[in-house]
C-alpha cells in the first residue's frame, strides 16, 4: 500500500491534496463534457465521394454524397466505404476526447482504450485495485496471473 505519511505531513494534508485534486478533476470532467456538446467533426472518405458529420459523442449527424460516383459502386463496396468512413470519423471524435482528458485518466488506463473497448474488465480492474495491493497484485486479481487470459486459477 501507498504510504501516505512519507508523501504528506499530516493527515490533514493529504485530506487537502486529495481534495485539490478533485477539484481539477471535477473541472476538466465539466470542460470535456462542454467540448463534447460544442464539438462537430467532419470526416470525408478516402475517394472523397461520401462525408460525414459527427457530434462530440462520435454520433453521425449528416451524410453527403459529393458527385454521383456512389451510384456506380456494387452495394458491398458503398458499404465498406460507409463502414470506413464511420470508423475514422468516430476514431477523430475519441481521439478529440481523450486529447482533452489529457494524462491517463487513471492510472494505466487511457481515455480511448476505455472508450473504444481495448481493454477488458478484468484488465481495468487489475490497474484500479493494484495500487492498493501493492507488492500483492504481482498475483493477480483473484488469483489470475495479469498475464493469463485463460482465466485458470491459482491453486498452490
Known sequence: MKDWSAEYGSVEEAGEAALSALDREHRKLTDVTNMIDEESTTVRSKDRSVSMD?????????????????????????SH???????????????????????????????????????????????????FLGDEAGDGILG??????????RNG
Open 54 to 78: 459527427f457530434d462530440g459523442r462520435g454520433e453521425i449527424t449528416g451524410i453527403t454524397f459529393h458527385g454521383t460516383k456512389y451510384r456506380g459502386m456494387a452495394p458491398a463496396e458503398l
Open 81 to 131: 466505404l460507409l463502414v470506413e468512413t464511420i470508423r475514422a470519423g468516430r476514431a477523430q471524435c475519441m481521439q478529440k476526447v481523450a486529447d482533452a482528458m489529457g494524462e491517463d485518466f487513471l492510472p494505466g488506463i487511457s481515455f480511448a482504450d476505455l472508450a473504444t473497448g481495448k481493454m477488458d474488465a478484468e484488465d481495468i480492474f487489475q490497474k484500479l485495485v493494484s495500487p
Open 144 to 153: 489470475r496471473s495479469p498475464k493469463d487470459t485463460q482465466g485458470g486459477s
